[in-house]
């Protein structure tokens, strides 16, 4: 019996465990279920031991702990490879949405509903599983394989570079494979090849130092909420392209052949407006939108405050103003040297009559781009191809992963996005499902990609 025939035979046991790991609610970001995290973290622990690993510990961090394991017996000539993934969730609330309990995980035809059931449980445990039935079946593995799944992803990781400065030696590789992903669908693959990075920040315009009555002192003194309107205004033209000087300074432009291969991806229009509810699409001038969604920078107001927020009218001339704002960058772009930009802007074009501030809010990521004719992606994408039977499209995210440029920082190594979930699978929402069959089919490509790498 081969490790397909192992994969086949136990399958209704892996199916089982994944239920397990789903119940334990590990959601990071809630300070009550710091323990379910934890719990989570040796239930990965656990698992690998019994898959076949060694050198499998839980480890502490600042916050939330990771999980690091090996098996280095294929010897000094065969490549090793770091196998990343994370085992925390995100909180499941609104409860009432959901139609079954999210920390209960249910089969209704060939998917299982539950928090964390593709995002990211389902496909971390699809490495782990690959990895015990060639063992199970050949007594050892094609390559030296390191394990690195974290327990804080889901608030932006942010003990991790801590951790894998002072930990290097549990981490090296000549290769690393994300299991945190998505392919394009159920019968298309995909190869990420670029992620965006992330800068946070707030605004705050301050005038005068409490409300005023706006009848007795409007025209007296100026308003900080039109003159954080003309702030805003001031960062982006009508078209969509942002005039902050010196904003795409470091941007990598985009090749002839980067936009052949964004082109080949199927994309329809009217589809995304209905899907999104808006009545045009709206971005950077000269490139189309799927180009402005994959990889191209923005700068986006993500809330306003000022003034009264309740119903009716209550005549005032607002003290304060703020916006929070947050940029998706790209290659080369700098989260602090966006942000410093950002900072002067707002000095150079404070209205009169105002003070304007520029604070950082949690959240940072360096962009991530595979640079071409990286071997790792080769491989991976021969490996797709015979597992799907076509080749994959060569996509990127307008998302933000920070640990990818962490470990490339640290490890000098482009991840390769390995993973097997799908992004209508509701991650992050409601009813987050994963499909069986494609749980089953990552282990086959796992598989074979341990292979492929061994020859």
Not at 308 to 333: D, F, H
Request: charged share 20%; net charge negative.
């Amino acid at each position: 019996m081969g490790w397909a025939d192992y994969l086949d035979t136990h399958q209704s046991r892996f199916v089982e465990e994944l239920c397990e790991f789903i119940r334990i609610p590990s959601v990071s970001a809630k300070p009550e279920n710091a323990g379910d995290v934890r719990d989570a973290g040796q239930w990965v622990v656990d698992r690998l031991v019994s898959a076949g690993m060694e050198n499998v510990q839980l480890m502490d961090t600042a916050g939330h702990p990771v999980v690091c394991a090996d098996w280095l017996r294929a010897g000094p000539d065969a490549p090793t490879i770091l196998i990343y993934g994370h085992f925390d969730v995100q909180p499941a609330e609104p409860f009432e949405l959901w139609t079954s309990p999210p920390f209960e995980p249910t089969i209704r035809g060939d998917r299982i509903y539950g928090r964390g059931a593709t995002d990211d449980k389902g496909a971390m445990l699809i490495p782990i599983l690959a990895a015990e039935a060639l063992l199970a079946e050949t007594g050892k593995l094609p390559v030296n394989v390191r394990f690195f799944f974290e327990g804080q992803e889901e608030i932006g990781s942010p003990d991790l570079p801590p951790f894998i400065e002072a930990n290097l030696d549990r981490l090296q590789a000549d290769m690393i494979f994300s299991a945190d992903g998505s392919q394009w669908d159920t019968e298309t693959p995909q190869l990420v090849l670029g992620l965006k990075g992330l800068t946070s920040l707030e605004i705050t315009v301050q005038g005068a130092k409490s409300d005023l009555h706006s009848g007795l002192h409007g025209g007296g003194v100026a308003n900080p909420a039109m003159a954080l309107a003309q702030l805003l205004a001031s960062m982006k033209s009508p078209d969509g392209r942002i005039t902050i000087d010196g904003f795409y300074d470091d941007v990598v432009d985009l090749t002839d052949e980067d936009r052949e291969a964004i082109a080949k991806v199927p994309w329809d229009e009217a589809a995304y407006l209905a899907q999104t509810g808006a009545p045009s699409t709206l971005g950077e001038p000269g490139f189309t939108t799927r180009e402005n969604l994959w990889a191209r920078p923005t700068l986006e107001v993500n809330g306003l405050t000022s003034g009264w927020q309740g119903q009716g009218t209550k005549t005032v001339l607002p003290a304060v103003a703020s916006a929070k704002i947050t940029c998706r960058l790209v290659a080369n772009q700098n989260p602090e040297a966006v942000f410093d930009l950002i900072a002067a802007h707002v000095d150079a074009h404070c209205p009169p009559g105002v003070t304007a501030e520029v604070a950082r809010n949690p959240g940072r990521a360096d962009p991530f781009l595979v640079p071409a004719g990286h071997n790792a992606t080769a491989v991976a994408g021969q490996v797709l191809e015979e597992v799907y039977g076509k080749a994959p499209y060569k996509t990127r995210v307008g998302g933000s992963i920070p640990v990818m440029s962490t470990l490339l920082d640290e490890l000098g190594l482009h991840a390769v996005m390995f993973a097997f979930g799908h992004e209508d699978e509701n991650q992050h929402a409601p009813d987050e499902f994963f499909r069986l069959p494609t749980f089953r089919r990552g282990q086959t490509a796992y598989a074979r990609l341990m292979e492929r790498l061994g020859e």
